[in-house]
Nanobody, 127 residues
Framework: QVQLVESGGGLVQPGGSLKLSCVVS????????IAWFRQAPGKEREGVSY????????SYQDSVKGRFTISRDNAKNTVYLQMDSLKPDDTAVYYC????????????????????WGQGTQVTVSS
């Protein structure tokens, strides 16, 4: 059974940091690309970051470049999203997702291109 479980969300003040984790089971993480998406109330789900199977290729949404860092540890079946200098606009439910297709170019930003999703973790940035 394929499962993705996110954790690490919470309430943080503007300028603060959080580190999200996504633990996968039921499949070998090394065979899958991983992306983080987020969805704020009343808004569409949007791609935040992507990492290739080996970790050699990463991509970010423009609004998080220089603040967020994606990484993976295939041996631990875990993908991370380090989020620094958080802003109120980063408030959303964050989801990790996996798929076997490499997703070249901008395809990684399209939610329908992924087969497996976690349940999400809430991130709230507020003073």
């Amino acid at each position: 059974q394929v499962q993705l479980v996110e954790s690490g969300g919470g309430l943080v003040q503007p300028g603060g940091s959080l580190k999200l984790s996504c633990v996968v089971s039921g499949f070998p993480l090394a065979d899958y690309v991983i992306a983080w998406f987020r969805q704020a109330p009343g808004k569409e789900r949007e791609g935040v970051s992507y990492i290739s199977m080996s970790g050699a290729r990463v991509s970010y949404q423009d609004s998080v470049k220089g603040r967020f860092t994606i990484s993976r540890d295939n041996a631990k079946n875990t993908v991370y999203l380090q989020m620094d200098s958080l802003k109120p606009d980063d408030t959303a439910v964050y989801y990790c997702t996996a798929d076997m297709d490499p997703k070249l170019g901008g395809l990684w930003r399209i939610p329908s291109k992924y087969n497996y999703w976690g349940q999400g973790t809430q991130v709230t940035v507020s003073s």
